[in-house]
């Protein structure tokens, strides 16, 4: 493990399958033992992010240059994008979010 390589390089979906082909759980994969207090569907995060910037009275933009990525693609399809992006990207939406990203993960993968 080397800080966070596994994050920047694989997707969710890729190191969910790596987890499972080495018989371990996510979170000992990436070296996080914190147990997420919720569960978060990816399905639901642009309804939260849109939510987020309401109560904040910022854009989107304002948001994506805070998140640090571009994310009028992922509004529209956040599978798709998760899907083809490296954690990293959904651990920048989680933290700014101010939840635990792993809460996005399945419970079979996480714990």
Do not use: C, Y
């Not at 990525?69 to 509004?75: D, K």
């Not at 992006?85 to 399945?106: D, T």
């Amino acid at each position: 493990q080397r800080d966070d390589e596994l994050a920047s390089t694989l997707t969710l979906f890729q190191a969910m399958e790596l987890a499972s082909a080495l018989g371990v759980r996510l979170l000992d994969l990436v070296g996080d033992h914190a147990t997420p207090d919720e569960n978060v569907s990816l399905l639901d995060l642009p309804s939260r992010i849109k939510s987020h910037i309401a109560e904040r009275g910022i854009s989107i933009e304002q948001f994506e240059d805070e998140v640090g990525w571009e994310l009028q693609e992922f509004l529209q399809a956040p599978i798709k994008v998760a899907a083809d992006s490296p954690i990293v990207f959904i651990q920048a939406i989680a933290e700014k979010l101010g939840f635990n990203w792993l809460a996005v993960v399945p419970d079979d993968n996480a714990a």
